[in-house]
């Protein structure tokens, strides 16, 4: 290294350590990532067709028989169901711990209606861990499940950035 | 009255041990855009306390009769010998004039520490590792020829490179003898760079915590802390005014004091990215130099202006 970019190197690290110890605190900004991306233009349908998104299951298809939540082996599935006078079954609240699921498809594999399946949504950050319980019930499931949706699936996040 | 006077100093050393501890590591982590420490206390104050705490239940003391004479004494030496040269600077310019107020002493002090310390820890590291070692050793030894070729600037405005000179020099240049000409503010700075030099001793920590214990360890961490605030306060008594010793002076030291080791460890958070040959380069190149330097202006300006 030549003796003035060493001395230059110097002085601009003191200038740059000053800059942080001195300058004022962390500046956030926010900005908004969205999938599809604008730019690219890619959709859900460009990714890999065994792309694994979280789990979602179709109350509309779903039976109640428990088996999925028999089959989950980390406990990541909760199920609140009644049966009506006609034999039938109804689920009233159906929740998944998103946190917990590690992607093991026991429960897609089990089901017999085929109503649990993967999305291709896979942005996950939330900023509270309750966040990540995705809890269906028959009435709001289309409002719930849009938060984490495929179609509008809208991450933000928050980059740091100094003056 | 005297034992008073020592309890008092050794009490303000601690307290500045702890300071600048908290201080050092605060200034890191807000240089490396991290919070830094902040479980314990108020802003993270009481986490010095909690962690030396710590480092006493880590791992077992050694016996210390086990450890041998040289190393007893080697340790012994590494911790006490900055108290004993902080002890002699405040107390010696203000109260013992008899050596020109200590300052062969401290000379004796720190090259005895040093001596000690190194011929110890020498013969305790294994060949691959001595190369390291004496690299270090050179470093620290350029570092001491910048600092005593700025300090003989104001030793010249001063007439006697002693202690019980320069606090009557201070008087004539009321707390800032670095300002009285260029050369002693040139040499204030160069000096300031080369006690980076110097004091950068974390390496022999690792070397004793390695042959000896990380409690020894942990100890000689505070020897080097003792020794940063030992040398700043010399650097600060030389170029910005000695501590008088009394109550009312203290705000005003401590002020000082702050404000050199918050330089010191700007510095020391700045050039870690640089290898240590480049700051090699640097401190022969430019730091010893630029002292030669402000030593001919200073006797260029003396020669003109008095």
Redesign the interface.
């Known amino acids: 290294m030549n003796f003035n970019e060493l001395v230059k190197m110097i002085f601009r690290s003191l200038k740059m350590s000053a800059r942080y110890i001195f300058g004022s605190h962390v500046r956030y900004r926010v900005s908004i990532e969205q999938y599809p991306d604008i730019v690219s233009g890619k959709t859900d349908h460009d990714l890999f067709p065994k792309t694994k998104g979280f789990l979602t299951n179709d109350l509309s298809r779903c039976t109640g028989c428990g088996e999925c939540i028999t089959a989950c082996p980390v406990s990541a599935l909760k199920m609140d169901k009644e049966i009506l006078s006609d034999g039938t079954t109804k689920v009233n609240q159906f929740d998944i711990h998103l946190g917990r699921c590690y992607l093991c498809s026991a429960c897609v594999d089990i089901c017999p209606v085929s109503s649990i399946d993967y999305t291709k949504a896979f942005e996950l950050a939330v900023e509270k861990p309750n966040d990540l319980i995705l809890s269906l019930t028959g009435a709001e499931r289309n409002a719930k499940a849009g938060k984490f949706s495929t179609k509008d699936s809208v991450r933000i996040r928050t980059y740091e950035v100094r003056r | 009255m005297i034992f008073f006077i020592i309890a008092y100093n050794i009490v303000l050393l601690l307290f500045f041990v702890l300071l600048y501890s908290f201080m050092e590591r605060k200034?890191q982590a807000?240089?490396?855009?991290r919070v830094g420490v902040k479980q314990m206390g108020i802003y993270g104050s009481g986490h010095i306390f909690a962690d030396n705490w710590k480092n006493f239940y880590k791992n077992a003391f050694a016996d210390w009769r086990a450890l041998g004479f040289l190393r007893q004494s080697s340790l012994a030496v590494t911790v006490l010998s900055p108290v004993l040269f902080y002890l002699v600077l405040t107390i010696g310019a203000n109260y013992f004039p008899v050596f020109g107020g200590g300052g062969l002493l401290l000379c004796m002090i720190l090259l005895t520490s040093l001596v000690i310390e190194n011929f110890f820890l020498f013969s305790q590291t294994e060949n691959n590792e001595r190369l390291k070692m004496r690299k270090n050793q050179v470093r620290a030894l350029l570092g001491f020829t910048i600092f005593f070729v700025c300090f003989l600037v104001p030793a010249l405005r001063a007439g006697g490179a002693s202690l019980w000179d320069f606090k009557h020099t201070q008087a004539e240049f009321p707390f800032l003898l670095a300002l009285s000409s260029p050369a002693a503010f040139l040499a204030a700075l160069v000096s300031l760079f080369s006690l980076f030099f110097i004091l950068n001793l974390q390496p022999i920590v690792n070397y004793h915590e390695k042959y000896t214990n990380s409690a020894f360890a942990f100890l000689l961490l505070c020897a080097r802390r003792l020794w940063v605030i030992a040398l700043t306060s010399y650097w600060i008594f030389v170029f910005w005014g000695a501590h008088v010793g009394g109550v009312f002076d203290l705000p005003f030291y401590v002020a000082r004091l702050l404000v050199a080791l918050f330089l010191l460890s700007?510095?020391g958070?700045?050039?870690p990215?640089?290898r240590n040959s480049?700051a090699m380069?640097?401190a022969l190149?430019?730091l010893l130099p630029a002292g030669i330097f402000s030593l001919i202006l200073e006797i260029f300006w003396m020669g003109f202006f008095r």
């Open positions: 200034i807000r240089a490396q855009h700007w510095i958070v700045a050039l990215g640089i480049n380069e640097v190149k430019a």
